[in-house]
């Protein structure tokens, strides 16, 4: 079998498991992301996310994170929902309204690689859901299937950005992909939407300065400074995705496990701030919403009704 049978192998299978898209590059090092990610952490751009200062090398170079890669395979798993919460409640990002993405993508993820060490032989790779420093837009953007938006979110021009990044990196010599143009143009819809003016120039996000930020990722108090400006977000934030011309081409996703519980649906501001720890267990099981625990979502509705 030659590397365009492989690689047609690859992403016949891809789609076959529920994929969007699937892109190949070159595995190597990240020549111009190295210096960006250096002055986004030198200038604290990651505010108290410590993690992003480790493993500097191997986020730059997936050679270091598997012997002998020659490929990173991308994927996009769509998870724009059919139906949205009640409009009189405190806010969920979409990407949390069902089963945390990292059991469904992972799943996913070792079927995909089974099935290549099955029709291919041995193949030695690692699959990867933002569980390790992987720049997954970077490699998606250099993959094609996308490019980095002026929000730093991966957009593309038939879906949107609605979807979550994964990664398989191999061992395994494959056609490579190419990027794709830039289709942000002069739209700056984005940066102008920003409750929290976090994206501080084109293509640059403050992450000590976002709602997603404050929300999920901060331990600590959210600075008074912020108070009246998170928009009603108590879980993540999708305005600079809402608003971007892109997604008005989103599609539902057909995903059964990123289904809702209805009773996030429905629930309005006053059921939010009444949520017993039953409840919340209830409507969150295997939700990515327990990484805040009911503690911090009871701190994120308190900051919010102030």
């Avoid at 060490?117 to 859901?129: A, D, M, S």
């Avoid at 021009?157 to 494959?174: K, N």
């Avoid at 997603?212 to 901060?218: A, N, P, W």
Wanted: net charge negative.
């Amino acid at each position: 079998m030659n590397a365009t049978q492989r690689t047609q192998l690859i992403k016949t299978e891809a789609k076959n498991l529920g994929f969007l898209s699937c892109g190949i590059s070159k595995a190597g090092f990240l020549e111009e992301e190295a210096p960006r990610l250096e002055k986004w952490l030198h200038q604290n751009m990651h505010g108290e996310m410590q993690y992003m200062e480790n493993h500097f090398d191997k986020r730059l170079d997936p050679t270091k994170l598997v012997d002998g890669a020659k490929s990173v395979v991308s994927l996009l798993l769509n998870y724009y929902p059919s139906e949205f919460q009640n409009l009189e409640s405190y806010k969920i990002s979409k990407y949390a309204y069902g089963t945390d993405y990292h059991f469904v993508i992972k799943d996913k993820l070792k079927n995909l690689l089974d099935y290549i060490q099955e029709k291919i032989g041995e193949v030695h790779g690692r699959v990867f859901v933002d569980s390790a420093p992987v720049l997954d837009k970077a490699w998606a953007a250099k993959s094609g299937l996308g490019w980095i938006g002026k929000n730093s979110n991966l957009l593309t021009q038939q879906v949107g950005s609605f979807y979550f990044i994964a990664e398989l990196i191999l061992d395994l010599e494959l056609e490579y992909d190419t990027p794709v143009t830039d289709h942000c143009g002069t739209c700056t819809a984005c940066i102008d939407a920003c409750p929290t003016q976090a994206i501080v120039e084109p293509y640059v996000v403050d992450g000590s300065k976002c709602i997603s930020y404050f929300t999920i990722e901060l331990k600590n108090e959210i600075p008074t400074e912020f108070q009246g400006k998170l928009d009603d977000w108590m879980f993540g934030c999708d305005v600079c995705q809402d608003v971007c011309p892109w997604n008005r081409f989103s599609k539902p996703h057909q995903e059964p496990l990123f289904h809702p519980n209805p009773e996030l649906l429905s629930f309005t501001k006053k059921d939010w701030e009444e949520i017993t720890e039953d409840v919340f267990k209830k409507i969150f099981k295997k939700s990515p919403v327990k990484r805040t625990k009911l503690a911090g979502l009871k701190r994120n509705i308190d900051f919010l009704k102030h």
